[in-house]
């Protein structure tokens, strides 16, 4: 955690830096059994909103000072239900600031994993807090470090049927036997259809080509690294929009390979500082884990971003390039087993608008 003062301390900062492991059911995560379409869990959530925050000054001190401000927000359902996308504007008494939540819902474990990216800090996004929903609340936990100590923490959805639902965050510093509630946010909805929030002026352009529905032919290599030319095709959807002002955007895919339909979302965000775009991907079918980001940017209309992850052992870069036209767009991934030496084409997707 950075060090700040108290009272600069942000909503980044209290998502969890480490996984719940076996200590889920000692801190009470609900544990849910059987047929629930958990399609529907934030369907009560989709559409724009008005925010009232209530925040604790400081934290984990005994004060009782709280500062009051207000935020928009819009939320939109992705992973055909079992993931959404919300987009926040934070009016701090120091500053507004943009961030992101993401959700997605593993039917392995029967829990929800939520993610936070400040606008701020857009080169990496927090290990998740975990939980679900029992009749008109939701749970969620994780564990964290702050002043040094370790601490619990519980965000909790409250009335999410109601004309006001509203969000609470508390630490614990006992393992959940007392709590602190430091922030609560109430929604007040404006609008039933999500639309994006305001655009920033200094909004980087290079991923407005993409925003819009697609028509999508996809072309899979069947196997990697083993000279193999066998490939797979599939058609798909995919649906873009932009987060954090413009800062980011949003891509929710659905691939309907042979096997079955497989849905997954990008999220790219944007960099003032290195002038680099960061592209993270979470597959509908490991829903709990988003992968390594590859990183870069455009030059001459033409977008390049590398990464590095280790596959079977190896060390394996991977290398996607953005082209586009005004009605269509190609995304091409390519992996290297030796430092980047030599290059296999592995997918190639081409958009239709």
């Given amino acids: 955690m950075q060090h700040e ?35 529907r869990d934030w369907r009560w959530l989709v559409g ?28 939109w359902l992705t992973l055909n239900g079992l993931g959404t996308i919300d987009d926040n504007i934070v009016e701090l008494p120091g500053g507004t600031y943009r961030g992101v939540t993401l959700r997605a819902f593993d039917p392995a474990t029967g829990k929800w994993s939520i993610w936070w990216i400040d606008g701020r800090d857009p080169t990496s996004i927090d290990v998740p807090v975990v939980g679900g929903f029992e009749g008109d609340h939701g749970t969620f936990l994780g564990r964290d470090v702050l002043k040094g100590r ?50 920033l002026a ?24 083993a000279n193999s030319g066998e490939w797979e095709t599939c058609d798909g959807t995919f649906v873009n929009w932009p987060v954090l002002g413009g800062h980011a955007n949003v891509g929710d895919n659905a691939m309907e390979f ?34 390594s980001p590859v990183r870069g940017g455009f030059s001459n209309g033409v977008g390049t971003f590398m990464g590095e992850e280790m596959s079977q052992g190896r060390r394996v870069q991977t290398r996607v390039l953005w082209t586009h036209t005004s009605h269509s767009a190609r995304w091409e991934q390519s992996g290297s087993v030796d430092g980047g030496v030599t290059w296999e084409t592995n997918w190639v997707s081409d958009y239709t608008r």
């Avoid at 001190?61 to 819009?74: I, T």
């Avoid at 946010?185 to 994006?196: G, L, M, Q, V, W």
């Fill in 202 to 225: 200094d909004a980087p352009k290079d991923f407005d080509f993409l925003v819009g529905r697609w028509k999508v032919r996809h072309r899979k290599l069947k196997q990697r690294f």
């Fill in 258 to 291: 042979p096997s079955g339909t497989v849905r997954g979302i990008g999220f790219r965000t944007f960099d003032a500082a290195s002038r680099q775009w960061s592209s993270w991907w979470l597959d509908g079918r490991n829903p709990s884990v988003i992968g």
């Fill in 150 to 199: 370790p601490i619990v923490m519980r965000f909790r959805w409250q009335d999410i049927h109601s004309s006001r639902p509203w969000w609470e965050q508390a630490f614990s510093t006992d393992e959940g036997a007392t709590w602190e509630v430091n922030w609560r946010n109430y929604f007040t909805r404006t609008a039933s259809t999500p639309t994006p929030l305001p655009s």
């Fill in 5 to 39: 003062s108290p009272a600069c301390l942000t909503r980044r900062h209290f998502i969890t830096r480490a996984t719940l492991a076996g200590s889920a059911l000692a801190i009470g995560i609900p544990v849910f059994a059987g047929p629930v379409d958990h399609s």
């Fill in 48 to 75: 724009n909103w008005d925010v009232f925050h209530r925040r604790l000054k400081d934290r984990l001190v005994g004060s009782n000072e709280w500062e009051e401000f207000g935020g928009k927000s819009a939320l």
